[in-house]
Every structure is written in C-alpha cells, then in structure tokens.
C-alpha cells in the first residue's frame, strides 16, 4: 500500500468500520435505556424506530466499509454516515468523504 491512494482508502476503511461498530453500539444503548448525549444529531432522531434504523445503518456501514474507496460506496456510505448520525455516523461520513478523494487522486 504505497502512495496516498492506498492509505486514504485504507484510513476510510477503517474510519467507516469503527463508525459502524459505534453506531451499533450507541443504538443497542438506547434499546436499554441508557441516554447517551452526542453533538450531531440524526435527522431520524424523531421518528418512531430511529434507534432500529441506526441500528441497520450500522450494519450497512460495517458491510461497505471494506469497499469505501469504490466510487458508489463512498457515497453511499456519506449518506448512511449522515442518516445515522451521533459519533458513529459521523466517523461513516468521514471515512465516506476520504473514499471519494482517494478514488480521485
């Protein structure tokens, strides 16, 4: 893995999978009641069964994170990162940005 390509691919990789698994983490979390405060809110955080759609964004953000430097991926993991909110979807939406640039450069 040389040059800047291979390891921004690599960094979104790795960004996205700990997204993933924090994501997960946070909404099993709120299934026991345990009020976690994060500063970027979900745009889903006030419908019914946000905490099961963060849950599946997760999941979708831990299967894509090994193809996050593939052009559709990326962006699909920007939008996962961006629905799913919290530190976690943050994490999806970075690795997702650094994707796309690695695809680029």
Not at 9 to 37: D, E, K, N, P
């Amino acid at each position: 893995m040389k040059g800047g390509k291979g390891t921004l691919g690599h960094l979104a990789y790795i960004l996205a999978l700990v997204g993933g698994i924090v994501m997960i983490i946070l909404s099993l979390l709120g299934f026991l009641s345990y009020a976690v405060t994060i500063p970027f809110q979900s745009p889903l955080g006030g419908f019914f069964g946000s905490g099961i759609i963060t849950l599946i964004l997760g999941v979708i953000a831990i299967v894509l994170s090994k193809k996050a430097s593939e052009l559709v991926f990326s962006i699909v993991l920007i939008i996962v990162g961006y629905l799913g909110g919290g530190i976690g979807g943050l994490l999806v939406l970075i690795g997702g940005i650094l994707g796309l640039v690695s695809r680029f450069i």
